[in-house]
């Protein structure tokens, strides 16, 4: 694919009977050539970072023309994400156009005053308080799931990046869209966003060679195809919920009711088609990341996994996992957090500069690409004990990070509106899935973490699927 010219870095993994150490890219020693980041771009955004930028701090240097400013210090990352919140929150045009086709204007890669008047909206529709109305969709998809898992036949085999895919997709639809959203339907918002999503570029050369809007996307018959796919279903929700024959509790519906009182701007058409395909598109890919690294790290470390299961049958028992079950589920929630810091679904959150600025020692130019890595700052040494170690004791018994410190909702006005929701979703689908099943990675398969738009193991995470004893089965 590379032709030779390109070597990714050698990836790290070891454990012993009472430690776990998961894959993650060598760092660089010396600092790449241009061939190696354009190149690297495109097989991974993490896999060419210099052994120093383990470590918190501020620095700069140039791709071609473009200044770029990696910020990895909590006292930085609460700058530029909080305090100068206004000069930083223009997303950079390489994530910007890569997207528009799909989510137009959408929350996610919108900014400015269009950003300002949606965010309550999108926020108060997926707010943690709406929480008890989406739990009965999740925790009955969540049991469906696991129902077809147990018709499987012991010992199959499947890629698990896509079955989770699979369950977080069903679920953000049916919230998203109506529980009467068609079958067929459903297929193709999921197969047209995956399809989108997979011929998606990280880079913008135009972007480092001086145009500070990037060059515009020629967009191939390929991903017209996918983004029309999704659209024609989106316009069809669209219009039953006008005709009256939208699901009420939707968060279509909520966005629709919030016409008639919010004392801002119209939401158009094209507002809520964006915004609703916004919500599916932030709300499953990441939550389908965390769960596929949740079950590699617990499948590696026996004692986690085994304090996962007394947990489980102790709050839960024989019985349906409930979302009233979430509080008593620590350990849970631990091993969740801990696939968080480990492997941040986002792992960049890059930002344009509006105006100059002066970070720590750092001269920052109008139009820098200012980098902020929930990946290296989870990963700083001087910031964590043992920072590739897979630890969920770090967060056990309620334990907190520092919110600058651990970010993998991002932090300031523009966090993730879905945190609540993607969280509780998480613990909800492993308690589930776990009460039941042991997934087990393929021996000897090569775990490579690669970051395009989200994190994920590069070829996906082939496993198998076992009952645990006497559970599992009908
Ligand atoms: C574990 C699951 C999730 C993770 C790790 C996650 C992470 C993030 C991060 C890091 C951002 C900021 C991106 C940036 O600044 O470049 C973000 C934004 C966003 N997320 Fe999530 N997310 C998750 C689940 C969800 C869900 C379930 C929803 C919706 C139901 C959602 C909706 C959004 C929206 C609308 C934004 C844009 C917020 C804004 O710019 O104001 N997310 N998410």
Redesign the pocket.
Known sequence: MYFGLYKPARVIESKGPDFFIPAHPEPRQTEPNIFTIVLGARHSLIGNLMEDRYHSGVDSFRVLTRQIVFVNSPEHVKYVMVSRHANYER?SPQMRRALAPLIGDG??ISDGET?KWR?PI?AGV?HKKRMPEFAPTMEEVAEEFARGWAELPEGTGFELTHQMAQLTAKI?AQTVFGRNLGHQAAHMLIDGFASYQKSVDSFNLGYFLGADEGWPLLLGPKRRRAAAMVHTVVDGVLDAHFSGQGDRGSMVDMLIKHRADNSGPEMDRAALRNEAA??FL??HE??AA?LTWAWYLIANSPWVEERLHVEIDMVCGEGPVRMSDLPALDWCRAIILET?RLY???PL??RQAKDADRIGDIDVEKGALVMIS?WLLHRARDLWDRPNHFMPERFANGGKADPFTFI???VGP??????N???D??ILCLATLAQRFRVLPRQGWKVEPVCRLTLRPQGGLPVTIAARSGKGRP
């Open positions: 997303k929350l996610v950003w965010r999108v997926v953000i916004t919500m932030a709300g990441t939550t965390l968080l941040p679904p986002i959150l890059p929930p993998p909702f991002s523009r966090t993730c509106a879905g945190l929701f993607g969280l979703e998480a």
